[in-house]
């Protein structure tokens, strides 16, 4: 089936302003991650959504961000009066569950993400 | 709390030869170890795992990873380069001592020319 798809592919904002960036899992896939990429550097962990709880927000960098998730499937990264700091690219992952079962982990499967550029 | 280093920002192979890209690791307890690559303006790609058994894994496209746990590395080996190998590559851990999250390298840029 299709793969994990995020939107909007780019987004320009200004300072200050509210933004959302979508996140579509891969089909049954009941855990949902968001990462950061900054420019030069690797990414960094953001938020862990297993079902539609998030057991794991230690990521998010301030309380201007936010996620959500419902009916197991779609999730909304919410970044309030953006600053600078956070222009990235915002990348989505998904897998079938997050904690390991019987020895077996699932891999993560990553979206396009979503090139964030805060003016 | 776990960490992951690339110490080489960019890496280059003439195609043909054989190529690592290195990764160290620090974690508390038995890691998970992952490469991931990443094409432009596209997702990372799942390359290989090693979770547990033998300490050579073989992932796709022909890439080799091998554990070294008193080393504590896992770098990423390929016996022959192929132009359509670069790509930016990062080395990931997630620890085994709970939370799912990934940890993640800074990335090596691997450049292989004719």
């Known amino acids: 089936g299709a793969g994990v798809s995020q939107s909007p592919s780019n987004k320009v904002t200004e300072k200050g302003k509210d933004v959302e960036l979508r996140c579509d899992p891969i089909?049954?896939?009941?855990?949902l991650y968001w990462y950061r990429q900054r420019l030069g550097q690797g990414l960094e962990f953001l938020i862990y959504?297993?079902?539609?709880?998030?057991?794991?927000k230690s990521g998010l960098p301030s309380d201007r961000f936010s996620a959500e998730r419902t009916g197991e499937s779609v999730s909304t990264l919410t970044i309030q009066r953006t600053q600078q700091e956070d222009s990235a690219v915002y990348l989505c992952a998904s897998s079938l569950r997050g904690e390991v079962a019987g020895g077996r982990y699932n891999e993560q499967f990553f979206g396009p993400g979503t090139r964030l550029t805060v003016l | 709390a776990q960490s992951v280093a690339q110490p080489e920002d960019q890496v280059n192979v003439a195609e043909g030869n054989p190529l690592t890209v290195k990764c160290t690791y620090s974690v508390s307890g038995n890691p998970y170890l992952f490469w991931y690559v990443q094409y432009p303006n596209r997702g990372l790609q799942f390359l290989l795992k090693?979770?547990?058994?033998?300490?050579l894994v073989k992932g796709s496209y022909g890439f080799e990873a091998e554990f070294n746990k008193s080393q504590t590395s896992f770098h990423l080996k390929k016996p022959s380069a192929l132009v359509s190998d670069s790509a930016l590559y990062f080395c990931?851990?997630?620890?085994?001592?709970?939370?799912?999250?990934?940890?993640f390298g800074t990335g090596t840029q691997l450049k292989v020319e004719l």
């Open positions: 990931a851990v997630r620890s085994t001592g709970g939370g799912n999250k990934l940890t």
């Open positions: 959504f297993q079902g539609n709880s998030a057991p794991d």
């Open positions: 090693y979770i547990t058994g033998d300490n």
């Open positions: 089909s049954g896939h009941t855990a």
